[in-house]
T-cell receptor
Framework: DAKTTQPPSMDCAEGRAANLPCNHS???????VYWYRQIHSQGPQYIIH???NNETNEMASLIITEDRKSSTLILPHATLRDTAVYYC?????????????FGTGTRLQVTL | NAGVMQNPRHLVRRRGQEARLRCSPV?????VYWYRQLPEEGLKFMVY????????ESGMPKERFSAEFPKEGPSILRIQQVVRGDSAAYFC???????????????FGPGTRLTVL
């Protein structure tokens, strides 16, 4: 799986948009970008995934650059409950299930 | 979390004892994964099972650790002769067969915190 690089930590004011970047410059054509988060010692939670088009769901938006070498997860109106470690993971969608390789992630702190 | 159950939530063992961690996947999911998170570290993949078969055990320590996912019942992660370095949070995840859900979306349980005295 391609390697990802994320800033170790970020702060965001409650109610503002949180933009979490991820670099994946070695991503290959069949690899997808997945985002998970882990809220304080809980099990990780799936957020969103995408290939090359921007994606949006009830939790977040995912913006992938045209060259696919980087992406940004956007939480449009961050709340205190969004404080967590966010993991960007690149992996193939080959038609078979496979492991997730977690990096160190970005620790997002949402403040009042 | 979409229904993955793990028990016990907390487990204390003395060095040399055995630890058995159980995971019940989301109903209908046939893929189970185990991950370990050492204190202040990230999650590391251990093993991936699909009903009665071990698909990928590349993250499992060579000794003392084993996993199974029988046809009936929960998946079991077994650690024999535990040592202090085994103290960690162990997370189980499950995923459905392919369509219509996104491939590889994994649903995680709340974890089992193992403490070895």
């Amino acid at each position: 799986d391609a390697k990802t690089t994320q800033p170790p930590s970020m702060d965001c004011a409650e109610g503002r948009a949180a933009n979490l970047p991820c670099n994946h410059s070695t991503i290959s054509g069949n690899e997808y970008v997945y985002w998970y988060r882990q809220i304080h010692s809980q099990g990780p939670q799936y957020i969103i995934h995408g290939l090359k088009n921007n994606e949006t769901n009830e939790m977040a938006s995912l913006i992938i650059t045209e060259d696919r070498k980087s992406s940004t997860l956007i939480l449009p109106h961050a709340t205190l409950r969004d404080t967590a470690v966010y993991y960007c993971i690149v992996r193939p969608r080959t038609g078979t299930a496979s492991k997730l390789t977690f990096g160190t992630g970005t620790r997002l702190q949402v403040t009042l | 979390n979409a229904g993955v159950m793990q028990n016990p939530r907390h487990l204390v063992r003395r060095r040399g004892q055995e630890a058995r961690l159980r995971c019940s996947p989301v109903k209908g999911h046939s893929h189970v994964y185990w991950y370990r998170q050492l204190p202040e570290e990230g999650l590391k993949f251990m093993v991936y099972l699909q009903k009665e078969n071990i698909i990928d055990e590349s993250g499992m320590p060579k000794e003392r650790f084993s996993a199974e996912f029988p046809k009936e019942g929960p998946s079991i992660l077994r650690i024999q002769q535990v040592v202090r370095g085994d103290s960690a949070a162990y997370f189980c995840a499950s995923s459905p067969d392919l369509e219509p859900r996104p491939y590889n979306e994994q649903f995680f349980g709340p974890g089992t915190r193992l403490t070895v005295l």
